[in-house]
């Protein structure tokens, strides 16, 4: 049955909001969403949307697209729904960044209750933007009880944020094209990675790793997560990380190692309640390595 288009379109719908922004909900339906062109969110948009309606992509050739954008604004929710990427009818082999949904630069973010499948390449993506000349972070982004499953690249890649949460969330399946991590901390192109808290959050089942740190990052918790049968490591650490917290979790029965420490990484903690295999992964190697300088 092909998608039915909403009376008003689903963009049309975010253009009637008011200027100052304001609550827009989407009712029950199938919408699709021309993704290289995408839906871009105003400052002060609380978007709510039916757990029967689906965000569809319009497949393409494009190795880069974003179904919906959060750029440059302040002050935006996402509730609800699902947004589907079209990995499945990708036209073109090229590329790795088709994103559910693209946040940069922008503050006062919460995506919650939302089911993100099928990209091209990651879920979510939360970076900086450049603004005359300069590499400005995102600011204060909640993730709660939201669903990235089987995209091809990345579930969550956060490259560009001061202050986040995750929480209550799964990240799973995420296979096609490396690194194919749950969720990636990579600070890149002059943004930071500082105060993200993962919590609650299952993180399993991801062809690469589960959770994955690199580059500069700082002030990292990751607490009570389910973190089991990703086909390389539960949680990589490397990179300059500094400041990180593991405590409460269950990895288990993880490709490599359980956790893995980098040699160059700071002020780490491991909590008492880390449980790990009680047998090697398949590669049979230990389940913690911990890399000394």
Known sequence: MAPQMPQPPFSRLLILAPAAGGVISIPKGKYLIDCVKGVTLRSGVHLILSSDAYLLAKPTSMGTYAILKIYNVKNVTIEGG????????????????????????????????SHISN???????????????????????????????????????????????????????????????????EAEKGGTVDSIVIKNCDVSD??????????????????????????????????ETEGIEISGNEARNNGIYDLFVGKSVNLLRLGSKMMTSTTPGSGGFKLIYIDRK
């Open 82 to 113: 699902n947004i589907v990427g079209e990995r499945g009818k990708h036209l073109g082999t090229v590329g790795e960044w088709g994103f559910g949904i693209d946040i940069r630069g922008s503050s006062n973010v919460i995506i919650r209750d």
């Open 206 to 239: 991801n062809f690469g790793r589960g959770i994955q740190l690199n580059n500069k990052n700082s002030m990292i918790k990751i607490i009570n997560c389910t973190i089991n049968r990703n086909h390389e490591y539960g949680v990589w650490i490397g990179g």
């Open 119 to 185: 990209c091209w390449g990651d879920g979510i993506y939360v970076a900086a933007s450049n603004r005359y000349g300069k590499e400005v972070d995102c600011h204060n982004v909640t993730i709660e009880r939201v669903t990235c499953k089987n995209n091809r690249r990345q579930g969550l890649s956060i490259t560009g944020c001061e202050t986040a949460l995750i929480l209550d969330s799964t990240f799973s399946f995420t296979h096609g094209t490396r690194p194919a991590s749950g969720i990636d901390l």
